[in-house]
């Protein structure tokens, strides 16, 4: 290779340097690092511009020199007419090699014999890119009023390394011919490398078959996972099959599932639900007050270009949707006829899933247009208005005190999880200990009918049963430098202090929520749970008596019998005849709990004495055996 210097135009970059990087802060940049980081950085230290390119292809520099150095001159253009102006001709093409065609005598030549010839070199291709603005509307030349609205532009997005190169670009050229920044918002994605981390390559294969992943998961469940994804803020991901996977899981199948749910009452009863925000149901005004939370959650975050934050608001709102409210309501929706509070209930589910549908189509634009469509036989749903939120319930206290019984739910249910004790045996008591606590008082029948536990108690003094721990983030150690060396010890020693907004005070300075987790250490033998970053407990009883072992047999007994309707085709609105021969112990169990029984399993009798007959099943529970027979009523 041969290193060669030529002669070559420049744009003098650093005449107006100081002004880009004084520009370039009033650019909102996705992530905001790059402001200061590799864009600033990058324009601090910018120096002039080689323009010109010594090939055939390309851009022709518009710039006509003297073949005559004793006659010196040196014309450039910026416009056909001024081109036919001197040279007489309108050239029809400006590329090499008719444009070069052009030539004059040099006008400063006395003796006639120099000649007008343009320079060989043609513009650096990132020239033309950095003139996209105005170079796509023929500015100046048309469409002024056009160019002023739009310019600068408010969006751009490309990946990372266009700071060197078209944003350089824009940002050279827009301070020079418009003293502006020339656009207002930037996202800088990473790259997308294989699952092997290397680059995306057909004859690797390290890759998932792009046709194979929508046939399989769809485009909408690419496309959470690409835009949730670290990518959006700068960072690189291999694509994975798992994760589209589990995508798909999160968000897609949970939202399908809600809409499926509600279409299958809704047309069994023949119910026609409406949009309506004025419900007075707690479960009601709950979810729409967390249908409200969301949106505004997902407007802020897309309304600040953070897309990963757009799709995280979506997961626990879904949560919410499918495994409380839905849940919670099951028996609203089952109820016989069509009473005020059932109508409320399929109100707020349908105003729920079309607003969701409404807020997420930009997200999840195919799921949401299916499920749009068929619920309000409206288009489209992306030729519908943004939602509202002006007729959504704003209750914060509602909602946060809902989400603390359903994470005290969620932590009583991984205590039975933990200690093999399943969800339809009853259990005494449950005990919730926070300095808040009491916050719970009208949610205690809600908390104790999801735990299966007969009493729930409140107390604020979570010390009564553990002791808090905080253990530190030991990664923060390349963020605080040699500070770790005194923050280990003093959280060891308990020598810190929390403020309000959660963060902790320790050996001088303050750590964020990440830096560090709360732990609740519970006396031996105690079943406990922390709740609330460690700033709570909950605490559950899990002594078994002969009462509580007998309705649990009764509940497993239900469960039995709900699978084998679902095993026999039955509606969920068919009543049946149910017969049983059970064992000494658990036919009490069932003879004690029958009306309980016969609600749940929608049995028009439960005859025990005879010999069951019908649809058949054989089964154990705790080790007793059991036949049981069931068959369609009459």
Known sequence: MIYKAVNSWYLKVTAFRDRMVE??????????????GLFGNWLANARDWNISRDRFWGAPIPVWVSDDPK??????YGSLDELERDFGIRPLDLHRPMIDELTRPNPDDPTGNSTMRRVPEVLDCWFESGSMPFAQLHYPFENKERFDANFPGDFIVEYVAQTRGWFYTLMVLSTALFDRAPFKNCICHGVVPGDDHQKMSKRLKNYPDPTEVFEVFGADALRWYMLSSPVMSGGDIAVSRADIGKAMRQAILPIW???????LYANIDGVKAKLRTDQEGVLDRYVLAKTREMIAAVQDRLDHYDLPGAY???PPFIEALNNWYIRRSRQRFWAEGLGADKQDAFDALFTALTLTCRALAPLLPFITERIFTALTGERSVHLADWPDLGG???E???VRQMDLA???SSAALTLREARRLRVRLPLRKLTVAHPDAAILTPFKDIIAEEVNVKTVQLSDDPHAHGKRELKVNPKIGAKIGAKIKEVLPAAKEGRWAEREDGRIEIAGITLDLSDFEMRLNTQEGIAAEP??????LVVLDTTIDPLLQEEGRARDFVRLVQNARKDAGLSVTDRIALTAKLDGALADAVKHHAEYVMGETLSVGLDLASEPHGRRVEDEIDGMKLVFALEKAG
């Open 23 to 36: 520009l370039n802060r009033g650019i909102d940049w996705v992530p905001s690092h790059i402001r200061e």
């Open 71 to 76: 006659y010196p001159r040196i014309d450039v």
């Open 257 to 263: 599932n809600a809409y499926y749910f509600f279409t």
């Open 312 to 314: 995280a608001a979506v």
């Open 392 to 394: 959504l319930p704003e």
């Open 396 to 398: 914060a206290k509602l």
């Open 406 to 408: 359903r994470e005290v």
């Open 531 to 536: 709740i609330l970053r460690g700033q709570g």
